[in-house]
């Protein structure tokens, strides 16, 4: 069965200081990756994602995620993060023709200003 | 357009009634899905389903069961509910059931069963 695994359940960050969070899953076969972001008091959406091509992909905020297939991973990056991306973050995979999202546990990122 | 809505926004229910957790989509979106949100666990598949008629088990479907009538509608229910299924449920949808398509969230609802 798959797995995704996130690294740190909490991050607490200054502004501008530069962001990474862990995403590792267990799957042998293709797949696609998917980050989610849960804004405070907001639904679950879509961050940013990979299926295909070059392995660096940008997402909205100026969040980014590299793909290194032989490492599992997919971490999340930002150079410089704002007060207003405090949320929580979740890294997700399906198998390369399947729809049945596997999330990780999530990530609570708190920005202090 | 109001994308997906959920009701009741949160409810709490004692242990052995049953439940039905109401999700519509706008969007005319072929798949839906059912998800729980557990601290520490992240959100699980519980049921979803590809098209109107059909329905899957997902990751946890015990004590729960789904059905899809029409497209916008992809109703939950919990026949006996139990404590275990306190939880926020989260009803998604996506525009087929191709791997690569986004799939957009409602805004959850938060049961407690006592």
């Known amino acids: 069965a798959q797995s995704v695994s996130q690294h740190n359940h909490h991050v607490i960050l200054s502004e501008a200081a530069s962001l990474e969070l862990g995403c590792n899953y267990s799957?042998?076969?293709?797949?696609?990756l998917f980050w989610y972001v849960q804004f405070p008091g907001q639904h679950l959406k879509l961050l940013l994602k990979?299926?295909?091509?070059?392995?660096l992909v940008k997402g909205i905020k100026g969040f980014e995620a590299e793909f290194i297939k032989s490492k599992f991973s997919f971490n999340l990056r930002k150079p410089s993060v704002q007060w207003s991306d405090t949320a929580e973050y979740f890294c997700?995979?399906?198998?390369?023709?399947?729809?049945?999202?596997?999330f990780g546990a999530g990530t609570i990122l708190r920005v202090k200003s | 357009i109001a994308g997906i809505t959920q009701a009741p926004t949160s409810q709490i229910l004692a242990a052995g009634r049953r439940m039905t957790l109401r999700c519509t989509q706008d969007?005319?979106?072929?798949?839906m899905y059912w998800y729980r949100q557990d601290l520490g666990l992240g959100l699980r598949l519980i049921h979803y389903?590809?098209?109107?008629?059909?329905?899957g088990k997902g990751e946890v479907p015990d004590g729960y069961s789904v059905s899809r009538a029409n497209t916008d509608d992809f109703p939950l229910t919990l026949a006996s509910a139990v404590p275990s299924q306190t939880s926020v449920y989260f009803c998604?949808?996506?525009?087929?059931?191709?791997?690569?398509?986004?799939?957009?969230f409602g805004p959850g609802t938060r049961l407690t069963v006592l």
């Open positions: 389903s590809n098209t109107a008629g059909t329905t």
């Open positions: 799957y042998g076969g293709t797949v696609n």
């Open positions: 998604a949808s996506s525009d087929s059931k191709v791997g690569t398509d986004t799939q957009y």
């Open positions: 990979y299926f295909s091509g070059d392995p």
């Open positions: 969007m005319r979106h072929n798949a």
């Open positions: 997700a995979v399906n198998a390369q023709g399947g729809n049945k999202l596997v």
